[in-house]
């Protein structure tokens, strides 16, 4: 079964606290009202942290939670105590709202004016990076009880087929496995079934969005980050970008384990009354091609 859901993203939330932002009252009853089941928890501090009130909100409106999403700096030396600090909070209140899986990305090495901030990490950085998300999933693993799914991301340093392929090899899948983003491998130049096909073991959880080939080829061709091609509309709404999804939706229906495919398309920043409407056509497109809207 792939279980499809939602996240804030598909509303325009990218931050905690921005008055640009959908509130959150308004994010969690239109989920329901789009009819989605399931969502992520957005960045940490957007949704209630108090864990018995943001489980009351979740449990009036008939929503589960599938997992936290956050970043890691551990491919620095001293990337440890702050990479801990942040997921751990994460961590604990994705447990205690029953979700299984922590999505964690990586740091940047282009900032969000498009200029090169990092070195690309070498062998020698992939590898000690490898190892060092390894110790982080078993941490969560034994910790918070939560599964570790990498999320490979457009000017991280986990974005590319290659690197995405490298960091397979270096990590231990008993504790660390590929949140594929659909959007972001095609953003990166991968091949979403390819890696579906080469590693269905390691495919532990999904994120669904499209890329827009026109804005990504202006954005390429200007040395633009990420964030200016979200701004610039290269998440589509599907069926219009790329990769198709039906072929993908087919792959993971193909794997031996369940697996939450979670409807991810950036938009931000958008107008309040944008999302809904997509949201709605986006899940029936989906489950009209094989994903289920059900718990
Ligand atoms: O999972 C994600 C979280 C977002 O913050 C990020 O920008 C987005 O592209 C994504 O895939």
Redesign the pocket.
């Known amino acids: 079964m792939v279980g499809i859901g939602t996240?804030p993203?598909s509303w325009g939330v990218?931050f905690a606290d921005d008055p640009q932002q959908t509130s959150w009252t308004r994010f969690l009853d239109e989920v329901v009202a789009a009819g989605y089941t399931r969502i992520?928890l957005?960045?940490y501090g957007y949704l209630p942290t108090d864990p018995v009130r943001l489980k009351d909100e979740l449990d009036r409106r008939g929503l589960t939670m599938t997992a936290g999403?956050t970043?890691e700096q551990l491919h620095r030396p001293d990337g440890w105590d702050a990479t801990w600090r942040d997921i751990a909070k994460t961590a604990e209140l994705t447990a205690a709202m029953g979700a299984q899986h922590l999505?964690v990305?990586p740091s940047m090495w282009r900032g969000d004016n498009g200029e090169i901030v990092e070195e690309r990490l070498d062998h020698e950085g992939q590898a000690k990076h490898g190892q060092a998300v390894t110790e982080l999933g078993r941490r969560l693993a034994e910790e918070f009880g939560l599964q570790t799914q990498y999320?490979p991301?457009?000017d991280g340093h986990i974005d590319t087929q290659d690197t995405v392929e490298r960091f397979l090899a270096e990590t231990d899948s008993a504790y660390v496995n590929l949140?594929l983003?659909t959007?972001?491998i095609s953003y990166c130049g991968g091949d979403n079934l390819e890696l579906i096909r080469k590693y269905p073991d390691r495919i532990g959880y999904v994120?669904l969005?499209q890329v827009d080939p026109k804005v990504l080829a202006e954005v390429e061709a200007e040395g633009l980050s990420?964030?200016e091609a979200?701004r610039r509309g290269v998440?589509r709404e599907p069926p219009y970008g790329a990769p198709e999804l039906p072929p993908v939706l087919e792959a993971l229906a193909g794997l031996d384990a369940e697996v939450f495919a979670i409807v991810?398309q950036?938009m931000?920043p958008c107008a309040p009354d944008v999302p809904l409407p997509i949201a709605q056509r986006t899940l029936a497109y989906l489950t009209a091609h094989g994903g289920s809207r059900s718990i």
């Open positions: 996240a993203d990218w992520e957005g960045p999403t970043f999505v990305m999320h991301h457009a949140c983003d959007g972001h994120h969005k990420v964030d979200v998440f991810e950036d931000y």
